[in-house]
C-alpha cells in the first residue's frame, strides 16, 4: 500500500498545458504560460492518477491512487522543461529519505534530447557522445532515487515523439528533421533499465503515442497544438493511463 506518491520530472508530468488545453486556468497563466501566475486545474497527468477529474474523465472513476490507497499523499516535484540535471539539482533533494512504502512516476530525458539536438545539429559524433553522457546520467539518477527511496515502486516513461516517426514536429528547430535514432537509444535504455532495476516498472509512452501526433487529425491528438512537444488534456490521461496500467490496474 503506497503512502506518498512524488512525480519528478519535466512537463509531461505537470497540470500548465494540460490545463491551457481546457482553458482551465487564470487570464494571467493563459498569457505567460507560467503556472506560478494563478490558478491551475489540477488535470495533468500526475494529477489524475492521484485524483481522476470526475466531471471530464468519468471511465476512470475510482481508477485513482486516492481511491486504491486512502489517506495518500502527494507531491509533484516535477517542471516544465526539467532536464536530468534538473531533476538531480532541483527535485531530488525534496525527496525525504524514507524506507517508506511511496509510488515514484519519473518523466524525463526529452529535454535533453531537443536541447542537445538544437545545439549540436549536424555534428553526429559529439551528439552521439552526448547521448551516451545523457544515458549514464540517467543511470545515476534512478539509482539515487533508489537510494534516497529504497522502499518505493518507480515508474519509468520512455519518450514520445510528436512527430509519428516522421522526425518533422512544425515549430521545433524550423521544422528541420530530428534525428531519432538517438530517441531510440534513449527510449531502449529507459526499458532495460526499468526491466532491470527492482521494483521499477516501465510505462511505454513512446509506443502508446504513436499515431496520435503530427500525422493524425489534430481532434486525434495527444498534444497541446500551440506546442507540440507538450501534452494537451487527452494526451495527460493517457498518460495516466499508461501509469495505471503499468501499476497492475
Avoid at 470526475?54 to 516544465?80: H, K
Amino acid at each position: 500500500m503506497f503512502s506518498h506518491y512524488f512525480a519528478l520530472g519535466d512537463s509531461v508530468s505537470i497540470d500548465l498545458y494540460p490545463a491551457l488545453d481546457l482553458g482551465e486556468t487564470d487570464v494571467a497563466v493563459a498569457l505567460e504560460r507560467v503556472a506560478s501566475a494563478g490558478t491551475v486545474a489540477p488535470v495533468g497527468a500526475a494529477s489524475l492518477l492521484y485524483e481522476n477529474s470526475t466531471a471530464r474523465w468519468d471511465e476512470f472513476d475510482g481508477r485513482d491512487l486516492v481511491t486504491r490507497f486512502p489517506g495518500i499523499r502527494f507531491t509533484n516535484l516535477a517542471a516544465d522543461g526539467g532536464t536530468i540535471g534538473d531533476v538531480f539539482a532541483d527535485q531530488l533533494p525534496e525527496l525525504p529519505a524514507s524506507d517508506e512504502a511511496a509510488l515514484v512516476t519519473l518523466t524525463t530525458g526529452g529535454s535533453d534530447l531537443l536541447t542537445a539536438f538544437g545545439g549540436h545539429r549536424g555534428r553526429g559524433s559529439l551528439l552521439g557522445s552526448i547521448v551516451r553522457d545523457t544515458l549514464q546520467a540517467y543511470d545515476l539518477l534512478v539509482s539515487e532515487i533508489r537510494r534516497v527511496l529504497p522502499g518505493a515502486t518507480l515508474l519509468l516513461a520512455t519518450v514520445y515523439d510528436p512527430s509519428d516517426g516522421t522526425g518533422r514536429v512544425p515549430g521545433v528547430y524550423d521544422g528541420a528533421t530530428l534525428p531519432l535514432a538517438h530517441l531510440d537509444t534513449f527510449n531502449d535504455h529507459v526499458r532495460d533499465v526499468a526491466a532491470r532495476t527492482p521494483d521499477a516498472r516501465l510505462a511505454d509512452l513512446h509506443a502508446a503515442f504513436l499515431g496520435h501526433g503530427v500525422t493524425a487529425p489534430e481532434a486525434e491528438r495527444w498534444y497541446w497544438k500551440r506546442s507540440l512537444v507538450e501534452p494537451n488534456a487527452a494526451g495527460a490521461s493517457e498518460i495516466r493511463r499508461q501509469w495505471l496500467e503499468a501499476l497492475g490496474e
